[in-house]
T-cell receptor, first 114, second 114 residues
Framework: DTGVSQNPRHKITKRGQNVTFRCDPI?????LYWYRQTLGQGPEFLTY????????KSRLLSDRFSAERPKGSFSTLEIQRTEQGDSAMYLC????????????FGQGTRLTVV | AQTVTQSQPEMSVQEAETVTLSCTYD???????LFWYKQPPSRQMILVIR??????QNATENRFSVNFQKAAKSFSLKISDSQLGDAAMYFC???????????FGTGTSLTVIP
């Protein structure tokens, strides 16, 4: 296993289009996180899964955003009717569920909405 | 709400010298975890070092060490014998003891001068 994998690495889309990103976590990790990072800022939490259950969602996650992890393995993040403000790096991370563990991050998907 | 503050947007250090990156945080919790992550230009975040708040001893990992001052809510990172490969964005992060999400600071961009 080579770590957390995210696809695509880059996505350019027109405003109003829908986009979907995929994250494949480290295989034995049951926790999966989505973060958004804009230029000059640290990652901001979007949502969190424990296995297939979405247990926490940030207020940043508007109704246009939806995330799934159907079988407790890979996850998808969909943004509907994209807006220019959605342009950012979307980071996925995974971890084990033990208390003191760190999160392992993917390389991210850079979204540009034009 | 937990907040993490990194007051140094940019820092530079001569190769082989020592540099200290600052981080303060705000929390009402007594048990929590603190992390320093490194984000090189390739964008994949990598854990540098981790500190459990209930441990008084400062964490060390080879050339990296922290100065954890719980009462002052301060968590600085010291990099000794700086190397060119240390150049990156460094993010300080906080996680509650029983929490799921990581709270990140805005980052410090470290330049290593040959």
């Amino acid at each position: 296993d080579t770590g957390v994998s995210q696809n695509p690495r880059h996505k350019i889309t027109k405003r109003g289009q829908n986009v979907t990103f995929r994250c494949d976590p480290i295989s034995e990790h049951n926790r999966l996180y989505w973060y958004r990072q804009t230029l000059g800022q640290g990652p901001e939490f979007l949502t969190y899964f424990q296995n297939e259950a979405q247990l926490e969602k940030s207020r940043l996650l508007s109704d246009r955003f939806s995330a799934e992890r159907p079988k407790g393995s890979f996850s998808t993040l969909e943004i509907q009717r994209t807006e220019q403000g959605d342009s950012a790096m979307y980071l996925c991370a995974s971890s084990l569920s033990s208390m003191n563990t760190e999160a392992f991050f993917g390389q991210g998907t850079r979204l540009t909405v034009v | 709400a937990q907040t993490v503050t990194q007051s140094q947007p940019e820092m530079s250090v001569q190769e082989a010298e020592t540099v200290t990156l600052s981080c303060t945080y705000d929390t009402s919790e007594s048990d929590y975890y603190l992390f320093w992550y490194k984000q090189p230009p390739s964008r994949q975040m990598i854990l540098v070092i981790r500190q459990e708040a209930y441990k008084q001893q400062n964490a060390t990992e080879n050339r990296f060490s922290v100065n954890f001052q719980k009462a002052a809510k301060s968590f600085s990172l010291k990099i000794s014998d700086s190397q060119l490969g240390d150049a990156a964005m460094y993010f300080c992060a906080y996680r509650r003891f029983t929490g799921n999400q990581f709270y990140f600071g805005t980052g410090t961009s470290l330049t290593v001068i040959p």
